[in-house]
């Protein structure tokens, strides 16, 4: 079965500076898509960052960016110039097949922005 | 626009009830998925359509059924409600296709307790 491990429950930083937060998939397919969504205590699945797996350059959007290592099936969000509104859940998802875009999702990392 | 909208926002069920969580979206996606979210874990998929008369099994979809007889609608139904079916659970529609990357958005979640 494909599966997506976030491997950090909770992380903190410091308003301001530089946080990256782990995830590794794993998936028998050849084309599929990777993104990070974004929760906060409202509840709403907010989209920060998409990859496509057929793309070598890294996404970026902004402070958010991802480093997408596809042989080692690692994708980390890298957030930079931390603001207290990224406190919130964050989720790594996968789409499991290529064609129905259904995603796989990991368990989540609680960020924590202190001011 | 108003993108994924989801009715109730919330609801408590007596076991053994059963209800219909609405799902609309006005985006002419294809796609429609239905998730659950159990308190402080990731996204798992109940179902999903690839288009109007067309649904499948994601996958948690024991004590649910879905039907998907236009575009804009994908009703959840469920049937004799558990305390196990505690949960919030969120709609999620794209367009689908390698344009998109299968980019999914989400309505604002339902959140259902069974006591």
């Known amino acids: 079965a494909q599966t997506v491990t976030q491997s950090q429950p909770e992380m903190s930083v410091q308003e301001a500076e530089t946080v990256t937060l782990s995830c590794t998939y794993d998936?028998?397919?050849?084309?599929?898509?990777l993104f990070w969504y974004k929760q906060p205590p409202s509840r709403q699945m907010i989209l920060v960052i998409r990859?496509?797996?057929?793309?070598?350059q890294n996404a970026t959007e902004n402070r958010f960016s991802v480093n997408f290592q596809k042989a080692a099936k690692s994708f980390s969000l890298k957030i930079s110039d931390s603001q207290l509104g990224d406190t919130a859940m964050y989720f790594c998802?996968?789409?499991?097949?290529?064609?129905?875009?259904?995603?796989?999702f990991g368990q989540g990392t609680t960020l924590q922005v202190k001011p | 626009n108003a993108g994924v909208t989801q009715t109730p926002k919330f609801r408590i069920l007596k076991i053994g009830q059963s209800m219909t969580l609405q799902c609309t979206q006005d985006?002419?996606?294809?796609?429609m998925y239905w998730y659950r979210q159990d308190p402080g874990m990731g996204l798992k998929l109940i179902y999903y359509?690839?288009?109007?008369?067309?649904?499948d099994k994601g996958e948690v979809p024991n004590g649910y059924n879905v039907s998907r007889s236009t575009t804009e609608d994908f009703p959840l139904r469920l049937e004799l409600a558990a305390p196990s079916q505690t949960s919030v659970y969120f709609c999620?529609?794209?367009?689908?296709?390698?344009?998109?990357?299968?980019?999914?958005?989400f309505g604002p979640g339902t959140r259902l307790t069974v006591t």
């Open positions: 998802a996968s789409t499991g097949s290529s064609n129905t875009g259904k995603l796989i």
């Open positions: 359509s690839v288009g109007a008369g067309i649904t």
């Open positions: 990859q496509e797996a057929y793309k070598q």
């Open positions: 999620a529609s794209t367009k689908g296709g390698r344009d998109s990357a299968y980019e999914q958005y």
């Open positions: 998936t028998s397919e050849n084309n599929y898509y």
């Open positions: 985006m002419n996606h294809n796609y």
